[in-house]
T-cell receptor, first 114, second 113 residues
């Protein structure tokens, strides 16, 4: 089907508020990834899902970050009590079955925390 | 841990010039290697990839060869166009527990007419 989609495309929030970012992977892709792109840190891995399970959450920067995936499809990344250093572009990618296969990226959600 | 080092830009070229962007990597095992491109205001797009030593990836006139002996995956194009202006990222996937991509810091390419 269509490519990876993400919403919203832009989000402005106040420090301390919670935000939810959504990712719709390519239909049929079982593996889903979240990355963060910021000026200072470049592109960083956050979390990987295989189906609905997240075998590795080591990239999440703090316990304010969480993610879930339901029905083996849509994923939500939640940031609680946002801080200014959370400002970044959050990218979602999917691949057909994980492993070393090509990951296809969505357009990203640009988050600005004031 | 795994890492990717690519030449820092910005790189500015005239149209039809030859392009090389260097990329070297450190990884355990035998990673897959990728070049992604990010055009202004857009997301990351796969440009090309190679999955084993001596493989050559190619797309849109760009090429890169997986060199295990020098742990390199340099990107080349014989004649760049203005439309090639973008940020280019070298990346590897070494497998492991999370199959994450490890990226270089990106190289901004500007091609002038």
């Amino acid at each position: 089907g269509a490519g990876v989609s993400q919403s919203p495309s832009n989000k402005v929030t106040e420090k301390g508020k919670d935000v939810e970012l959504r990712c719709d992977p390519i239909s049929g892709h079982t593996a889903l990834y979240w990355y963060r792109q910021s000026l200072g840190q470049g592109l960083e891995f956050l979390i990987y899902f295989q189906g609905n399970s997240a075998p590795d959450k080591s990239g999440l920067p703090s316990d304010r970050f969480s993610a879930e995936r339901t029905g083996g499809s849509v994923s939500t990344l939640t940031i609680q009590r946002t801080q200014q250093e959370d400002s970044a572009v959050y990218l979602c990618a999917s691949s057909s079955s994980g492993g070393r296969e090509t990951q296809y990226f969505g357009p990203g959600t640009r988050l600005l925390v004031l | 841990g795994d890492s990717v080092t690519q030449m820092e830009g910005p790189v500015t070229l005239s149209e039809e010039a030859f392009l090389t962007i260097n990329c070297t990597y450190t990884a355990t095992g035998y990673p897959s290697l990728f070049w992604y491109v990010q055009y202004p205001g857009e997301g990351l797009q796969l440009l090309l990839k190679a999955t084993k030593a001596d493989d050559k990836g190619s797309n849109k006139g760009f090429e890169a060869t997986y060199r295990k002996e020098t742990t390199s995956f340099h990107l080349e194009k014989g004649s760049v166009q203005v439309s090639d202006s973008a940020v280019y990222f070298c990346a590897l996937n070494a497998g492991g527990s999370n199959y994450k991509l490890t990226f270089g810091k990106g190289t901004l390419l500007t091609v002038n007419p």
